[in-house]
Nanobody, 114 residues
Framework: VQLQASGGGWVQPGGSLRLSCAAS????????MGWYRQAPGKQRELVAF???????NYPDSVKGRFSISRDIAKKTVYLQMNSLMPEDTAVYYC?????????WGQGTQVTVSS
């Protein structure tokens, strides 16, 4: 399984970005998919998770601002991020889960500053 994340960049506070994570080498629809982030000096944390059946979970820190979605035909999962804040600055990673196996993308930097 290969995951290619893209869409990161610099945005001012209050702005929006949409991250994409394209999967290859797998039956995309059977995977649970998640977005995580890691800020400098901090542990990697979950920001959005979608099960293969479409159930979604967000931590309170992003609930109402971030939205995960997927396009099964394109084998792509998205993370729409709105109302971005400086504390959202981090490297964002996508992850695919199948059983006990986990696969990570390479990460994309998101910087929120004025």
């Amino acid at each position: 399984v290969q995951l290619q994340a893209s869409g990161g960049g610099w945005v001012q506070p209050g702005g929006s970005l949409r991250l994409s994570c394209a999967a290859s080498g797998t039956r995309f629809s059977v995977h649970h998919m998640g977005w995580y982030r890691q800020a400098p000096g901090k542990q990697r944390e979950l920001v959005a998770f979608m099960t293969s059946g479409g159930m979604i979970n967000y931590p309170d820190s992003v609930k109402g601002r971030f939205s995960i979605s997927r396009d099964i035909a394109k084998k792509t999962v998205y993370l729409q991020m709105n109302s971005l804040m400086p504390e959202d600055t981090a490297v964002y990673y996508c992850k695919a889960v199948l059983g006990t196996a986990e696969f990570w993308g390479q990460g994309t930097q998101v910087t929120v500053s004025s």
